[in-house]
């Protein structure tokens, strides 16, 4: 299927891990230019490199730390004229209410959720000028499978579904379209970083990672793998998928409907 994406241009943050990665990657792959967004300048230098080399496509890169307003506007600058927005960056650390402290559920707030905010505000503002656009925001499955052990993680992405459903509601009247995906868990170093988290809760050390993995009766039998997220957010930014907004797809096996 011919997704009509050659020649458009994607900005994606967070994009030299995970799924970020994964997404930018794929959008090279339907022959789009790439503006790339990350704090790590090796990490990003080394994913343009190889982009432009093994894919012939076009690429920029912003280094920055989104987690700072002045580093969220300066990106959204950058981004004037995309025709696509991915926002990936961030993760949020395992934990009760009672383990996080405020200045981590600040922090990873700034980052995570305050960043989708804004850097989607001041987007948005410049695709409603020219008529047109999309912003995908890729989330997690935590907002619909609450978990007072992952609470902060559950109230933040929570809020950004919010924020794409309201939105994205709203947004076609100015011919923009405003998506989310909803990962489950996924083969990423954020996912291996969770499960040595909740392997020091359950068993008071992180080596029962993998006992932790095989106890959560995983659809299919294993993680996802990050292109599988990646194919959904590029179908969803696609004129393929013209006729839908204010939506968010969960790509997570069922995992949210299942009992155990």
Not at 20 to 39: I, K, M, P, W
Not at 200 to 216: E, F, Q
Request: aromatic fraction near 6%; charged fraction near 20%.
């Amino acid at each position: 299927m011919d997704l009509r994406l050659n020649g458009k241009r994607v900005a994606v943050s967070g994009a030299t891990k995970g799924i970020g990665r994964a997404v930018a990657y794929a959008f090279a792959d339907e022959g789009c230019a790439l503006l790339l967004a990350a704090r790590d300048g090796d990490a990003l230098r080394d994913t343009a490199v190889d982009l432009r080399e093994s894919r012939g496509v076009a690429v920029e890169t912003y280094r920055g730390d989104l987690s700072t307003s002045e580093h969220q506007l300066g990106f959204a600058r950058a981004c004037a004229g995309t025709d696509i927005l991915i926002n990936c960056a961030g993760s949020n650390p395992a934990g009760g209410i009672e383990d996080i402290s405020d200045k981590v559920w600040r922090d990873s707030w700034d980052l995570k959720v305050f960043s989708y905010i804004n850097i989607t505000r001041a987007v948005f503002t410049d695709m409603k000028t020219r008529g047109g656009g999309v912003i995908v925001n890729v989330i997690g499955n935590s907002a619909d499978r609450m978990n007072d052990k992952y609470i902060l993680g559950s109230t933040g992405n929570l809020a950004l579904a919010g924020l794409t459903k309201a939105l994205g509601a709203r947004s076609p009247d100015f011919g923009v379209r405003i998506l989310g995906v909803h990962p489950g868990a996924t083969a990423t170093d954020r996912i291996q970083g969770l499960l040595r988290d909740w392997s020091i809760g359950k068993y008071g050390t992180p080596n029962h990672a993998d006992d932790v993995l095989a106890s959560m009766n995983l659809p299919f039998g294993r993680l996802c793998d990050p292109s599988e997220i990646a194919d959904a957010v590029v179908f969803l930014a696609s004129p393929r998928a013209s006729y839908v907004s204010g939506t968010i797809l969960t790509v997570d096996g069922g995992a949210t409907n299942r009992n155990n």
